[in-house]
T-cell receptor, first 115, second 111 residues
């Protein structure tokens, strides 16, 4: 069974640019969550999608957005990049329909560096 | 908002010593999960505890969920170099269900 796949794995952008990250969940998983991981802030919840609907959103500015497609693949977009957006962005999928009740399967992450 | 706190932030031990990390939530949790992230890796699920006072063991790892379901601990007996990494606890927000992670405890093991 293939794991969670995130692309790209590494990317470098400059301030003001925008970026799109992709996540393919484990087959059969309909819930996809996104987390931002930085050394100082740990794992911060961005948003969660289930069956193409955003079910939960974290405390991030509107520059951070996401979506989920009918095949459960998800993308997140960050516009007008700032230096502080440099982080590891982790995607996690889950089989459980109710959020917070089941195991999260994380991808390897997309490491974004903003210069 | 709901917070999940972990202590200590860092722990250095000699191989063979025991290690414990503690997790405290500001509210009662329906369940608590533990994850391990190796250096340069991604978080990997270890276990989920659901019942008040529950204790579960995985080889040298012992997980405990407090009676009030507001705290949890992970104890590793006789650490090995393979135990190196950051251990996170996580609990669902009582209103939204989103999983809130603690800051993590980074374990270093000296051979």
């Amino acid at each position: 069974k293939a794991g969670v796949t995130q692309t790209p794995r590494y990317l470098i952008k400059t301030r003001g640019q925008q970026v799109t990250l992709s996540c393919s969940p484990i087959s059969g998983h309909r819930s996809v969550s996104w987390y931002q991981q930085t050394p100082g802030q740990g794992l911060q919840f961005l948003f969660e999608y289930f069956s193409e609907t955003q079910r939960n959103k974290g405390n991030f500015p509107g520059r951070f957005s996401g979506r989920q497609f009918s095949n459960s693949r998800s993308e997140m977009n960050v516009s007008t990049l700032e230096l502080g957006d440099s982080a590891l962005y982790l995607c996690a999928s889950s089989f459980d329909a109710q959020m917070g009740t089941g195991e999260l399967f994380f991808g390897e992450g997309s490491r974004l560096t903003v210069l | 908002g709901q917070q999940v706190m972990q202590i200590p932030q860092y722990q250095h031990v000699q191989e063979g010593e025991d290690f414990t990390t503690y997790c405290n939530s500001s509210t009662t949790l329906s369940n608590i999960q533990w994850y391990k992230q190796r250096p340069g890796g991604h978080p990997v699920f270890l276990i989920q505890l659901v019942k008040s006072g529950e204790v579960k063991k995985q080889k040298r790892l012992t997980f405990q969920f407090g009676e009030a379901k507001k705290n949890s601990s992970l104890h590793i007996t006789a650490t090995q170099t393979t135990d190196v990494g950051t251990y996170f606890c996580a609990g669902p927000d009582s209103n939204t269900g989103k999983l809130i992670f603690g800051q993590g405890t980074t374990l270093q093991v000296k051979p």
